[in-house]
């Protein structure tokens, strides 16, 4: 039983393919195994249901973060452009949840932006490193993003799996208890 689960089989982030029991027979050799033999296969699929539940978080607020990266690096861009043609940047901006403004910057000075980097930490970069920090961070965010939905795609078809696997294993123990409770009837009535 142990040799089914040490499987060498993983995708490129360690991740342990799910073994597919076709034969419980072949499987489970003694009746008395089954509960041992189950549990593994339950513990198995809570170990897929957990990492699924962690990839999807991630996959989540990388969903948020990148769209926010993208308009900073967009806006960084714009700032950078002005400042080649030599003319202001005239901007709306928001000052809290209902109320804009508008702004003109001038690019005539050397540029810096600030970025938020994390908790709570602000730095201030000049444009054309603030340009290549937020590319950096956005085909990291990217990738990370991509690497996390195929994660979670081989979780769901593992999860999938041993879900099939604990349904034969079922059914398989609830045949074999009626198969013995109607061994057991038939020998009681041989004895009357």
């Known amino acids: 039983m142990d040799s089914l689960f040490n499987s060498t089989n993983t995708n490129p982030r360690g991740i342990p393919e799910a073994p597919f029991v076709e034969k419980v027979e072949d499987f489970i050799k003694d009746p008395n195994d089954f509960d041992l033999c189950f549990n593994k296969f339950q513990e198995r699929l809570s170990k897929y249901k957990y990492m699924q539940e962690s990839k999807v978080v ?59 980097l994390g908790a709570d930490v602000m730095l201030e970069y000049p444009i054309d490193e603030a340009i290549e920090l937020l590319s950096g961070k956005l085909g990291d965010a990217k990738k990370t993003l991509e690497t996390n939905q195929e994660d979670v795609e081989f979780l769901r078809e593992n999860i999938t799996t041993m879900e099939v696997n604990c349904a034969r294993l079922y059914n398989w123990d609830v045949e074999k208890r009626q198969e013995l409770k109607r061994a057991q009837q038939g020998t009681e009535k041989l004895k009357i």
């Open 58 to 116: 991630t996959v989540k607020q990388l969903k948020q973060k990148i769209p926010d990266i993208e308009n900073t690096l967009s806006m960084c861009r714009a700032l950078e452009t002005k400042k080649e043609n030599g003319s202001n940047l005239e901007t709306n901006y928001q000052l809290n949840e209902t109320l804009y403004t508008t702004a003109e910057i001038d690019t005539s000075k050397a540029l810096e932006v600030g970025l938020w």
